[in-house]
């Protein structure tokens, strides 16, 4: 009995890595002009995070959004371990 990943699962972790090499592609062209405009990255993280916000409020609730919040920000401690699997 082989372990291999099925077809759908193959598909759609493929997909996850492309959505994640185009924001890293674009990040790293938005930090580069930010670099040239001596933009500080603390105001820029605030803009980004202000701008993905307003993104998931489009589709979610105020409550999920707040529940991606509390995950990831419980998740920064590195003497914890990380929760995978959001509530």
């Known amino acids: ?5 099925r077809p ?8 996850v890595s492309e959505q994640h ?3 890293e592609r ?4 938005l930090l580069a002009e930010a670099d040239e405009r001596s933009v500080p990255r603390d105001i820029l993280a605030r803009a980004l995070l202000a701008h993905v916000v307003e993104m998931w409020r ?4 105020w409550e999920d959004v707040a529940s ?4 990831t920000a419980d998740s920064l401690d ?6 995978f699997i959001r509530p």
């Open 21 to 23: 090499a185009l924001v």
């Open 58 to 61: 489009e589709e979610r609730s």
């Open 78 to 83: 590195p003497d914890t371990d990380f929760e």
């Open 68 to 71: 991606e919040l509390r995950f």
């Open 1 to 5: 009995c082989s372990m291999r990943p």
């Open 8 to 15: 759908a699962a193959q598909a759609a972790e493929r997909a």
């Open 26 to 29: 674009h990040l790293r062209a």
